[in-house]
């Protein structure tokens, strides 16, 4: 294969997958480890694909995170089912931690009725969560305008007040080499935060989570139950090897 079909192809894959590992195009072109790394330097190179370990992502995009309102119109349904099963875990007596995202917002109308004190620092929760009569907390820190969340030394500081049985965390992609990630660092190092001062985290992502990198790493995958309504082909049995995958029907 020429320098310019493998570019060509590489390209294409990144294009339908969204991120890409070395060893895929190594497999899949034949060319050695070597080459394909120059491949990916030149790409990057030309601003056409970002690199990071092991592989590529799409350039920009890991750093873009959408507002509060757009991610509230994307897959709904499915959001709403998952949350649905992620509320199911929560036990009376529970302390839990609902991060700032609008698939945990889903959960507070299956909350209602439960006995739990609720830790959030997601400003868009406090109205619903005060609605359906839940006893909440809020974290202070720096409030991000396109999410409503708070961030922050101040939101960490806040959070290890608290210890929580149950941890539910949203993210903007998750990998099976590269982990749960999101965009914004100081948003990860919350979620991270929250994730140890719990005894067991679940993070609720729908289908389109699938396979897509940002920029902050938050944990790797076998650090939290994955609540999803479903998966690529092939990538089912990759993560059960790592962790346990709550998957609803789709």
């Given amino acids: 294969m020429l320098t310019n079909e493998r570019h060509e192809f590489i390209l294409n894959l990144l294009e339908e997958k969204g991120t890409i590992k070395i060893q895929d195009i190594v497999d899949q072109t034949s060319a050695s480890e070597s080459t394909i790394r120059r491949d990916l330097t030149e790409l990057e190179s030309q601003n056409k694909l970002e690199r990071v370990f092991g592989g590529a992502v799409l350039p920009?995009?890991?750093?873009t995170e959408p507002s509060i309102e757009d991610k509230s119109d994307r897959n709904q349904a499915e959001k709403i089912q998952i949350a649905r099963i992620a509320a199911s875990f929560v036990q009376d007596g529970d302390s839990i931690f609902l991060d700032a995202g609008t698939t945990t917002f889903q959960m507070i109308p299956f909350l209602k009725g439960k006995d739990v004190v609720v830790?959030?620092?997601?400003?868009?929760?406090?109205?619903?969560?005060?609605?359906?009569?839940?006893?909440?907390?809020?974290?202070?820190?720096?409030?991000?305008?396109?999410?409503?969340?708070?961030?922050?030394?101040?939101t960490i500081q806040s959070l290890k007040n608290y210890r929580f049985n149950l941890c539910f965390l949203g993210v903007n992609g998750f990998h099976q080499d590269l982990g749960f990630t999101t965009p914004d660092p100081e948003e990860a190092a919350v979620k991270r935060e929250a994730s140890?001062?719990?005894?067991?985290?679940?993070?609720?992502?729908?289908?389109?989570?699938?396979?897509?990198?940002?920029?902050?790493?938050i944990m790797e995958l076998d650090e939290a139950f994955l609540v999803v309504d479903g998966l690529p082909p092939g990538l089912l049995d990759a993560l059960e090897k790592k962790t346990i995958v709550k998957v609803g029907t789709r």
């Fill in 60 to 63: 920009g995009r890991n750093l």
């Fill in 119 to 154: 830790v959030t620092n997601g400003l868009t929760l406090v109205d619903a969560l005060d609605a359906h009569g839940i006893t909440t907390y809020l974290t202070g820190g720096r409030m991000k305008p396109s999410t409503g969340a708070l961030v922050g030394a101040q």
């Fill in 196 to 217: 140890t001062l719990s005894r067991e985290t679940y993070v609720l992502a729908d289908h389109s989570k699938a396979n897509k990198v940002s920029f902050a790493k």
